[in-house]
Every structure is written in C-alpha cells, then in structure tokens.
C-alpha cells in the first residue's frame, strides 16, 4: 500500500482521532493520579502503575481502530464492513465531540489544581521553599563623591532588611547571603535562584550636603520585571530618612500582598533615633563590626558610644554595642570578668530604654550562656529574641547554639536549618549548618558546604577549624591532612586565634606534644584574657597531677562565674576530685544538682546521656558495683532501645562512644578493646587518643590498661598515629618551619 492511500485509509477509520482522544484523556488520567493519590497517602507505585497502564494502551487502542469498525450491528472486522455501508463518518463526528470533552476537562482539571493542589505562594525547590513574598535587599549602591558614605548606604541597605524581616508572612534573605552582590551588576534571575526568593529591592544613595537622594525599585526576580520604583529628595535628616524607610517598606509590603499586623504598624512607624548623627555612626558601627575581625570590632564600639553619645535614648546601639563585646570576648582580647561587666550593663541600659528590643535579648541569651552557664535563661532569652526579630537568621544562630548546650539537639537542628534558610551565604550560619549536617551522617554534604564556604572566604578560620575536626574523625579519620588544611591557612594569617588552637589540637591528636606547646605559649602570647586560652592550665594541671593548681583555678573560675550549681563548675570540680581519687566528694557533688537523674538513671535520653556516663564512671572508680550495675544497665538498654527514650537520631560519634562506655561499664574488657579496635580501624575515629590515656582513660582500671589483647590494639593504633606524624614533619620540613626541639620526646 502507497504511503498516500495507508494515510488516507488510516484518516478513513479514525485511527487519528482515535489517538488524538486517547492521548488527551490518558494525560488526563495521569495528572489526575498524581496529584490526587499523594493527597491520600497512596504508594507511589499505584501513581507509577497508572502511567505505565496508560503507555500500554495506546498501541492497543491504535490496533482496534485500524483493525475494527464500529457499525450499527456492534464491533466488526473491518474487511468485513462494506465501504458503502460504513458509517465511519458518523463515528468520526462522535470522536470529535469526545475530543473536544476530554479537552475540556482538562482545562477544568488544570484550574482546580492549581486552586487546590498547588499550594499558595509556594514553589518546591530542593532543600528550601520559595515564598511569593520572598525578597533579597541587595546593598544599595553609594553614588556620594565621598567614600565614607559607603557605610550609610549599606547600613541603609540594612534597616531595609531589618525592617522587613520583623514582617510576618516575610521571607526575607539575611544581609550576608544579600551583600554577596554588593559592587556587582547582579542578574537577578541569579539571585532569585541562589538566595530562593522571588523579588529582589535594589537602589542608590547620593549624599549631597543637607539633601539625600534615594531610589529604590522592587523587581521580580525570574524576569526581571520592574513592579515599582520611586526616587525620594529629601533634607538630611533623620525623620526624613526613617520617612522614606517607613515608605519603602510599606510599598513592598503592599506589592508583595503581606497584610500588617498592629503591632507591625507600630514598628514600622518607630524610629530607633532622632539624631542623623547618631544614626550615622551607629550605620557604620553595625558595618565594621560584621567582620569579626578585632580591630573592626573595637572601632564599631568606638562609633557605637558615639551614638550613644548624641543620643542616649538609642537603645539599639546599647543592644549592638553589648553583643559586640561578647564577641571581643570570643574573637579577641577582652577579658571574662571585663566582658561579663560590658554586656550586661549595656543589655539592661538597651532594655531599660525599649523592654521589646530584640537585639537586646539576643545579646542575653549569649551572656547566660557565656558568663553564667545557665542554659535555661540563655534559651528563653534566645526565644523572646526570635519572637521580635523573627525573620533574623543570627536570631535563630543564637538560639541553636543555646539549645545545643542544653541538649536540644532535635529542635537546635530545625533553628539551624531555619538561620540556614534564611540567610544560607551567611558564613556563621553556614558552617553552624555543616556540622548539623555531620550530625546527621551526611559527611560529603557537610564538607561541601564547608569547601563552598572557604572558597568564598579563604580567611573565614571557623570554617577551616570545623572542616578539620570533621576530618579528624568520623568518617574520614584523617588526622594528617586536617592538620596541613589548618597550616597553609596558619601560614598567611599567623595570629588567628581559631586556627592556632585547632593546630594545638591536632598536634596533640598526632602525639606531637611539643609542637602543640608551641602553638600554646603563642596563644597565651597574644590572648591572655581569653577564657578558652586560659583554661588550657587547667588541663595542663591535670595532665601533670598538680591537683592543688587545678582547685585554685576552678575556685577562681567559679567566682567569676558566680555559680557553684553550673554544669561546667561541678563537671570540672567532679573531675579534679576523681583524679585525686575523691570519689565520694566527687559523687556528692555532682549529683547533689541531678537527683533525679542520679536515682534512676533510665532517664537517660540522648541529652543527659553524657551526665549519666560520668556519674557511672565516678562510681566506677569508686568500686561501688551495685550502683555501677544500674548505670551500666541503664546506658546498654538505651542503645539497644528497651527503655521509653530511644536514640533515634543520635549521631554515629555519640553512638560510638556510648557503646564504649556501655561495655567499660559492665567493665567487659575484652568487648571493650574490641569496639575500640573497630572504632579507629572501621570507622575511623581517630581524633583524641594520645592525651590522658585519650579514649581509654578515665574510668578504666590500671591493670586493665596492662591487658595484651588492649596493649596490642593500642600499639597498633600508635603505630598509624605515628605514620601520618610522620608525613606531617615531611611537610613542615618541606615548608622550613620544623624545629627539632619539637620532636624531642617524638622519635620518628
């Protein structure tokens, strides 16, 4: 049959149309299955099952029309219908007729799903959402012939941020993720994508004298469409500048559809200042202290009293100026007792002018989570800050790392995830996000984020201390290369506090304790007052038996504290006394503030499990079986998961060295040296085994330590420590900054 007359006869018996109405009802069929059986929790196969049923008979319908007729006498052959007597014609209007139904259908379909199976506002994209009232603030652009006016326009850039990110219904991106854009010609289809928003402010500043220029235009960030743009001329003051803040914001609101809450009408009408001088220096306060940096944070302390200086009502600047000082403690020089007076006096200052300043509380949460070890305050105080400043990425920093230390970790994970979210170029947040990451047994993924981070930023240290702690250990165990990843930073920025105690760390991890002496002395060189720094001679007391100097130091630590009942106090004091082999005072002392948990430790949850293990351990050493029993009892149950609590999310590190303590406690040895074999060798944990004993240290008998099955593990674990020793003095050789004195006590 020609190609003409098979397309011909094909038309004849309706085999088009026939696919033409099969094809639009199957897609019919599909979209129906797939956005109807999700909703009832269907399997995903029966949604699967569906599509392949569909493919299957659109080959078999084709057949039938071709070798089949419709006819007034039912289904026929179609060799056996008489070309006269077809009504194929007939046939071929009704295929018509149900294809024109079908495609109606399908457009009712398509608008009722995108009513009730789309939800509103909301596009997935992998890891995040985006919000149809998302907005990126980029860094306004300084058109001032002066320079120093840089700091106006980003701090303006940034109350912009501020303002809308205290908006409910507002995703707003956080100002680092933002400012990465700042001095650039920005697509923003990029952004859009990068930042997971859908439209992005962007503007300039021209200073000129008394008069100030402000153009700022909302876009839609997948087009690039232009929703709204204005220009403001006003006199430079500060009324007007929050005028024109207050009208920008309202603008965007109402673009972005966001109905305002009374209590936000209020806010955004509320200026922090009266005094344009004082809102300039606080502007480029809050620009120099971004860094971290201790000079920067010192200057933005000096424009902060300036502020405060013009107008001692600015409670936000006394809020800033507190958390500045906290991190002076952290990244710098000042000391604890200084620090601990500096930020409290100015957080009750900042909250005796404004009971409702976030920042004020932000800055709480932090001093009593710092100064005072009181987890309980520091997580309300983060809490109160996150419900004011809610769309704040640092806000919900802040409050991760108060429920990391009160062993939330469950809910610590969603506010991480959440800061992460919010403001994902953010370097804090983001190497906060790795490690949650690590927790989560999601390795690779971890280390990516961190090798993103250290691209960007090659001296941002908290991201190249995290990533060589992370390969000192689980998974990867490579004590070498976490070592050198630190020096080459070490090499061109030698007073980094982060950095010189990470290579102290792994010095030690690499039984190098002379190299690690050295990194020490330069520490206490350059930051004597530091808090970390100075607890470096408590453990050289302990590590050198100087029982009596460990005391001293405690005392005098527990009265800067100025509470014996803190958790840190009476670890570190509990400790001491069991190194003295004062069991029983150490037992008082550390359950006489955990009572409950000291009479039945089945309690045990993945939170308290490291208090249990130490209180098991001290009755350990104290020879007191029965007691030791329950404790042992209670921590094995846990991890076979026969109690109530179960460690469901618990990552592998703590698993790990839970199994450890459950078998030192049931004081089985043998399975002991077994588990610690497994342990470095399979899953390469191998940070943590030369210092004290390392990883077999408190809680095991000396006799034990004797054993020839253990000595033989350890021997070996000795001899792949010294190997990777070995290849890091090969590379500080190479690098002419070996000294041999450093290998004294460290033959090769």
């Known amino acids: 049959m020609q190609l003409k007359n098979l397309i011909s006869e094909l038309k004849r018996r309706n085999v088009f149309k026939v696919a033409a109405a099969y094809s639009i009802a199957g897609w019919l069929i599909i979209q129906i299955s797939t956005s109807v059986f999700p909703a009832f929790n269907f399997p995903d196969w029966t949604t699967q099952f569906v599509i392949i049923l569909v493919f299957l008979g659109l080959p078999i319908s084709l057949i039938i029309a071709w070798a089949f007729e419709l006819t007034p006498d039912g289904l026929k052959k179609t060799e056996e219908v008489n070309t006269e007597t077809s009504i194929t014609p007939q046939t071929g209007k009704k295929l018509n007729m149900v294809i024109i139904t079908v495609l109606s259908m399908a457009l009712i379909f398509v608008l009722v799903e995108r009513v009730f199976f789309a939800r509103s506002g909301i596009v997935d994209v992998p890891g995040t959402e985006i919000h149809a009232a998302s907005i990126a603030v980029l860094p306004f652009v300084n058109m001032s012939s002066d320079e120093e006016n840089e700091y106006f326009s980003d701090g303006l850039s940034e109350e912009l941020l501020n303002g809308l990110a205290k908006i409910e219904g507002m995703q707003v991106a956080g100002r680092t993720s933002s400012f990465q854009f700042k001095g650039q010609t920005p697509d923003f289809k990029e952004v859009g994508e990068l930042l997971k928003v859908q439209h992005v402010l962007e503007g300039s500043v021209r200073k000129s004298g ?54 936000e009408e209020i806010a955004i009408s509320e200026n922090p200042t009266q005094d344009i001088e004082a809102y300039n220096a606080f502007l480029e306060a809050t620009q120099v202290e971004a860094s971290r940096q201790p000079d920067d944070m010192a200057h933005a302390i000096k424009k902060y009293k300036e502020a405060i200086s013009i107008d001692p009502t600015f409670s936000l600047a006394y809020a800033r100026m507190a958390y500045t000082y906290k991190l002076m403690n952290s990244y710098g020089n000042l000391s604890f007792d200084e620090s601990k007076k500096l930020v409290r006096d100015n957080i009750d200052q900042a909250l005796l002018l404004n009971s409702n300043e976030g920042r004020a509380y932000q800055a709480l949460a932090l001093y009593f989570d710092t100064y005072e070890s009181d987890y309980v305050k520091a997580e309300e105080a983060a809490r109160k800050a996150v419900k004011l400043l809610q769309g704040d990425a640092m806000v919900y920093n802040t409050l991760f790392n108060a429920l990391t230390d009160s062993e939330k970790f469950d809910e610590a994970d969603q506010m991480i995830q959440r800061a992460y979210e919010l403001d994902p170029l953010n370097n804090i947040v983001a190497t906060n996000y790795s490690t949650y990451l690590w927790r989560e047994g999601r390795y690779d993924q971890s280390i990516t984020i961190l090798d993103k981070i250290i691209d960007r930023y090659p001296d941002y240290s908290q991201a190249i201390q995290s990533k060589s702690s992370i390969l000192s250990t689980i998974p990867y165990g490579e004590l070498g290369e976490a070592f050198k990843l630190v020096y080459k930073a070490y090499q061109t920025n030698p007073k980094d506090r982060a950095l010189l105690e990470t290579l102290r760390a792994r010095a030690r991890d690499l039984d190098m304790f002379k190299l690690a002496d050295h990194y020490e002395v330069k520490l206490k060189e350059l930051y004597p007052e530091n808090t970390v720094v100075q607890f470096y001679e408590l453990e050289r007391y302990l590590e050198e038996k100087e029982y009596d100097k460990a005391e001293a130091f405690l005392e005098e630590y527990k009265k800067k504290v100025g509470d014996e009942s803190g958790e840190v106090t009476r670890y570190m004091f509990s400790t001491v006394y069991g190194f003295q082999g004062r069991y029983d005072e150490a037992i008082d002392l550390y359950t006489r503030f955990d009572k409950e948990l000291a009479e039945k430790p089945n309690g045990i949850d993945q939170n308290n499990s490291g208090r249990v293990v130490f209180i098991g351990f001290l009755y350990l050493e104290a020879g007191r079986d029965e007691e030791v029993k329950k404790y042992a009892d209670a921590v094995c149950s846990f991890l076979e998961g026969d109690l109530e609590n179960k460690p469901e999310n618990m990552p592998e ?36 085994y030369t210092a004290r004993d390392g990883n077999i240290g408190f809680g095991i008998p000396e006799e034990i330590k004797e054993m020839p099955e253990l000595k033989e593990v350890m021997d070996r674990v000795y001899d792949d420590i010294h190997e990777m020793r070995s290849d890091v003095i090969d590379y500080l050789k190479a690098e002419g900054e070996w000294k041999e004195e450093w290998a004294e006590d460290n033959p090769e």
């Open 653 to 688: 590190f703590q698993l790990c060295v839970l199994e450890l303590n459950c078998t030192i406690l049931k004081q089985d040895y043998v399975a002991m040296t077994e588990e610690l074999e497994e342990w470095y060798f399979d899953r390469n944990f191998k940070s943590g």
């Open 210 to 263: 008394n008069r100030i220029r402000i153009t700022a235009q909302l876009i839609q960030a997948d087009n690039g469409y232009h929703l709204w743009s204005e220009t403001y001329d006003r006199e430079l003051t500060a009324t007007d500048i929050f005028d024109i803040q207050e009208e920008i914001t309202r603008k965007v609101v109402s673009e972005l559809k966001v109905r305002l809450l009374p209590e």
